[in-house]
């Protein structure tokens, strides 16, 4: 089993639409969780942190669900700009140091 | 502040030749990720420096490829020789010390290695 997975989409969506991405990780050891943005051929950049009791930015949403060992980031009142790859990052603490684990993204196109 | 850099851009090389990638991690960053993305894959782990000690080098190929990072501040990823799978992005990343598993990891531009 993966250590984090997603769905890679795409998502096709119009504008103005709501739209989920769903996160699972495997060790129940993790505790930082962070979204990171990435558009075509540029770097990852952090989108958002996903806090335990979730957290909120404007049009977006992180969710944690401890239980189930999964997240979520949630898109509202989607912009042609929000066109990108959305990656599901986990911190996994190790003896002295952590380490970040990547899922393999989760495409979205936002279309007029 | 400068950011994550990393050099060059994009090299391409043939099959069996050497290349050398750098980065550059944000002044005072202790921790300094290597990652790489092959076309269509997702992102993976390389390896983690810790100032100039290797931490996890448990995501490295093969022992074709080896990283340093001399004196705890920039480092390199050489690969030697080159083959036409390790074509990819190779991604650096820099999060600040030890205690940084809350804290965002930097990445820098990323260099395009194609291998003919």
């Known amino acids: 089993r993966k250590e984090v997975e997603q769905d890679p989409g795409p998502f096709n969506v119009p504008e103005g639409a709501t739209v989920a991405f769903n996160c699972t990780y495997s060790?129940?050891?993790?505790?930082?969780f962070f979204w990171y943005r990435q558009d075509c051929r540029k770097e990852p950049k952090l989108l958002m942190s996903?806090?335990?009791s979730g957290n909120e930015d404007g049009r977006f949403t992180a969710q944690l669900n401890r239980a189930s060992q999964y997240i979520s980031l949630l898109i509202r009142d989607s912009k042609l700009s929000d066109s990108a790859t959305y990656l599901c990052v986990v911190n996994i603490p190790m003896v002295g140091y952590n380490k970040l684990i990547f899922g393999a993204g989760t495409r979205l196109a936002v279309h007029p | 502040e400068a950011g994550v850099t990393q050099f060059p851009s994009h090299s391409v090389i043939e099959k069996g030749q050497t290349v050398t990638l750098r980065c550059d991690p944000i002044s005072g960053h202790d921790n300094l990720y290597w990652y790489r993305r092959v076309m269509g894959k997702e992102i993976k782990f390389l390896l983690h420096f810790v100032k100039e000690s290797k931490q996890d080098e448990s995501g490295m190929p093969n022992n074709r490829f080896l990283a340093e990072r001399t004196g705890g501040t920039y480092s390199t990823l050489k690969v030697q020789p080159a083959e036409l799978e390790d074509s990819g992005v190779y991604f650096c990343a820099s999060r600040p010390n030890k205690y940084s598993a809350g804290t965002e990891a930097f990445f820098g531009q990323g260099t395009r290695l194609t291998v003919v």
């Open positions: 060790n129940s050891a993790s505790q930082s």
């Open positions: 996903v806090y335990s």
